[in-house]
């Protein structure tokens, strides 16, 4: 194993462990058990079939919203709007599945496809402006949420009709609700959605290392004056991996509206899907095995916070600070790599002095 692979499997592993030692610090100042806290939140995540389900369940968005943030890191773009996209996806896929009654077969696709393409066209408009008008695609994406929470909750309000700030649930023939994947983790709310997850990872790796386009991609994202002179086109490549970004995180709102919640709700904030994606997409160093393994722990750590509050008396917070802190020391990984090195330093001039 050379040593770029080796630091990036190392850094993320000691950024977790660092962020669980931060986490057991801020449990002993607030005069709690970090042994009893960790018992419960391990036992939440994996600790019998139903924890396993609802952790599966939870990453498949993460794996999405991760997928999307990860996409745009490789092609050199900063995609911080896929909060916004996951919230247009899941009304689009939403939509479809209330208000069209085809066979399953057509519907579920149908449905798929409209939250992809919707969140494409949204995420279309940043990558538009930096293109063209070299609009930094932060701060549009960014401002883009703010207008998809509110057009989302107007949409529900005005098109697709709300009863106490919910759509009436989706129809079955869209629904990826599986009563074989639930009974077999007794019952959580487990579904399809997390195999699509797994295929959409495997897409993922084949567009940017197995294609020409992914090529271009990655290359535009290297060093985009380079590649101009080689003779691809930069304004074609920064839309066309917005557009793309877009889609992956499009299917992460497809996932709560057909898969776990068959409908959607009024909301005041933001879902946090697709903020966790760029944690995820951090912890898992943009590549696809990583950034599926990324959202099963960040989705196991949510789900146990929920156990760690009722085991331990913990509040379920503390888990946000353990998540923050493995995402601090993560995006602090050349201060891992300067350790390691000054440390293999030291042991080579201990020998040559010997």
Known sequence: MNKL????????????????????????????DPIRGFSSLFDGMVGSPYAIGETLRAAAPLIFSGLAVAFAFRTGLFNIGVEGQVLIGWVAAVYVGINFDLPMFIHLPLALLAAMFAA???AFVPGFLKAKFHVHEVITSIMMNYIALYTTNAILR????????RTESINDSASLASPWLQEMTQFSRLHWGVLVAVLAAIVYYYILQRTTLGYELRAVGFNKHASQYAGMSVNRNIIL??????????????????GTFNGMTLSASFTGVGFDGIAVALLGANTAVGVVLAAILFAGLNIGGLAMQLGANIPSELVKVIIAAIVIFVASGYAFNYVIDKFKGNRKKGVEKK
């Open 241 to 258: 991996s917005f557009v793309i970004s877009g889609m992956f995180a499009g299917l992460a709102g497809a996932m709560e509206g057909l």
């Open 158 to 165: 005005s098109v697709i009709g709300v009863t106490n700030e």
């Open 5 to 32: 692979n080796f630091n990036r499997l190392l850094i993320p592993l000691l950024s977790i462990l660092m962020g669980l030692l931060v986490g057991a610090i801020v449990m002993l100042i607030g005069g709690y």
């Open 120 to 122: 494409a066209a949204w």
